[in-house]
Nanobody, 114 residues
Framework: QVQLVESGGGLVQPGGSLRLSCAAS????????MRWYRQAPGKERELVAH???????NYKDSVKGRFTISRDNAKNTVYLQMNSLKPEDTAVYYC????????WGQGTQVTVSS
């Protein structure tokens, strides 16, 4: 069955960096776009970054220039490099794949605080 397993979250000070990973299995990873979403307490889940099968990327305006999404098709893994983190980046981050069915990982908590 399809599985998306995120890792790499944690507590970081403002201005710091984290790299999230999402290991995918159960589907042909290389032929699907992948996305990172986040959900802060009391807020709706929002799209943060998107990567196409050919490596094209799109970002939420507030993370442009700070976050980078990438993928390694040999490892069936998508990454989110997050630099210059701000307290408003605090959220649970989710990996997403849409194969005709919408799949989500369990999420990984990112907390940006001094």
């Amino acid at each position: 069955q399809v599985q998306l397993v995120e890792s790499g979250g944690g507590l970081v000070q403002p201005g710091g960096s984290l790299r999230l990973s999402c290991a995918a299995s159960g589907f042909t990873f290389s032929v699907y776009a992948m996305r990172w979403y986040r959900q802060a307490p009391g807020k709706e889940r929002e799209l943060v970054a998107h990567i196409t099968t050919t490596g094209g990327t799109n970002y939420k305006d507030s993370v442009k220039g700070r976050f980078t999404i990438s993928r390694d098709n040999a490892k069936n893994t998508v990454y989110l490099q997050m630099n210059s983190l701000k307290p408003e980046d605090t959220a649970v981050y989710y990996c997403n794949a849409w194969t005709g069915v919408n799949y989500w990982g369990q999420g990984t908590q990112v907390t940006v605080s001094s």
